[in-house]
């Protein structure tokens, strides 16, 4: 047996994980329950799909629990999520639902040695703090960069997100240039931010039309320094994602 708080239950395993930040509850109904952990086969059709480690089904008072977003994407279900109305939509998404660019499976994808993944905090050089989004860092003599392909089959209408260096950069002296994001749509080009200045002062606003678009690559680089005596510092593509 196993013990975790309900809200971190109800996030990641009713949910499937369904979001990087879970749904939140308020904290009077917290409670502590124990949940056995289940090595559940999965079979859709006769063909056995294993699910992934941190969606793990569990029985509690009987009941048992699946991981919802395993088992509609094995449908080739997409599922989506409504904030506003903490409304779950399987399949046919409601106008407006929000799909974070983490939660999407990438086509293809390459990554830098400077690359630093899915963000857990990241605090900007006005202060702003975003809880979505991926961070990628300079090094000495070298780029860190993120280079996506998500497969949309025309499903979205318009990718959002913010750009903004780290708090670091504030520390440093002045750059013109610490990065840029580049966006195709079926291999043209849609949104070019040009180059991020370390000094700005307040996030960019990135709003790119997907209508009809089958496909988007995205590319987020981070230029290096050539000055070993500064340390790293990360640049944010920032609350990244994808509106039906």
Known sequence: MKTFKARHLVASFMLGSLFFSGVGYAASSLAMIEVNFLPLKYYFDGVEKKAPDDQK??????????????????????????????????????EGTVTYMEDMKTHTSDTGYFFDGPLTTFETNTGAKFIHGYATYNGIYGEGFIKNEYILDGQFSKFEAYLAPSLDWSKKPKSDNVGDLKLYADDKLIYSSGAIASDIQEPIKVDADLKGALKLRVEFTVKPFYNTSYNSAYVGLLDAKFIN
């Open 57 to 94: 089904g569990f029985t509690y008072k009987g009941t048992t629990y699946v991981p919802l977003r395993f088992v509609a994407e094995s449908l080739s279900k997409k599922v989506g999520y409504d904030g506003k109305t903490t409304s779950i939509y399987v399949g046919k998404q409601k």
